[in-house]
């Protein structure tokens, strides 16, 4: 099976897979077990900076590799694996389940609530009108109504677009969507659209399976929303 991207010159910022479940305390004092599971291929700490006004408890640590492309992040409702370098579905996965397993094993292995598999795509754009030209080409079913106000003409707004429906088969069911909007960073505007697809209720023992389900119907809804000429760009030499 081929283990690169589908599309290896998508524009991707992160790729993760997360599960929620109902909330453990317990979670505090396995944070060492987890961190001894995986400290040879993520040995770099990160706890969390708590802003006012934040839930403490609902802040993951974060263990990283060193070179920062991967993270294994854990708070009391949730474990989740996140790539920042994604090398494909299948290496993805390959490591992320058994991680995920590892910790989740750790908390006596919860009833998940769901498990989500998400990702974020990145374009950075013009503020003159082929900027919107661009972000329509690429994404035509959502772009044009995300930059609707002009957020690119004059001083940046931020903008925001949220849509989430169910899905269900093979005996799986859950939620999938997509959230658009367009964001100040250094030196342009940039046009970010979270893909995300979810398998509701479910237990540990299946997570690759669920797995799975979430990333077909994620990459179905992502292919649903861009354009053939944008497909063939972020597809090698043209082809899928």
């Given at each position: 099976m081929n283990n690169s991207p589908k599309y290896p010159n998508q524009q991707l910022k992160s790729v993760s897979l997360e599960t929620y479940f109902p909330g453990r305390l317990g979670l505090f004092s396995a944070l060492g077990q987890i961190q001894a599971q995986v400290e040879e291929r993520l040995p770099n700490l990160f706890v969390p900076n708590v802003k006012e006004g934040e839930a403490s408890a609902l802040r993951p640590f974060q263990m990283r590799d060193s070179a920062g492309h991967r993270s294994l992040?854990?708070?009391?409702?949730?474990?989740?694996?996140?790539?920042?370098?994604?090398?494909?579905?299948?290496?993805?996965?390959?490591?992320?389940?058994?991680?995920?397993?590892?910790?989740?094993?750790?908390?006596?292995?919860?009833?998940?609530?769901?498990?989500?598999?998400?990702?974020?795509?990145?374009?950075?754009?013009?503020?003159?009108?082929?900027?919107?030209?661009?972000?329509?080409?690429?994404?035509?079913?959502?772009a044009v109504p995300?930059?609707?106000?002009?957020?690119?003409?004059?001083?940046?707004?931020?903008?925001?677009?949220?849509?989430?429906h169910a899905w269900q088969r093979d005996g799986l069911g859950g939620s999938r969507g997509f959230h658009a909007r367009v964001e100040e960073a250094p030196g342009m505007p940039v046009f970010r659209v979270t893909v995300f697809a979810s398998v509701e209720d479910c237990n540990c023992d299946v997570l690759r399976v669920a797995a799975d389900a979430a990333h077909a119907v994620s990459v179905e809804l992502f292919e649903a929303l861009i354009s053939e000429s944008f497909r063939k760009f972020i597809s090698v030499d043209g082809e899928e």
């Open positions: 992040a854990v708070a009391v409702n949730q474990a989740s694996f996140l790539s920042f370098k994604y090398p494909g579905y299948e290496a993805f996965a390959a490591e992320a389940v058994p991680v995920l397993q590892g910790a989740l094993g750790v908390l006596e292995k919860p009833r998940l609530n769901r498990v989500v598999y998400r990702y974020e795509n990145e374009l950075g754009l013009s503020r003159e009108d082929s900027g919107i030209e661009m972000a329509a080409a690429a994404f035509p079913g959502i995300v930059l609707a106000n002009g957020a690119l003409s004059g001083p940046l707004l931020r903008v925001n677009a949220t849509y989430e």
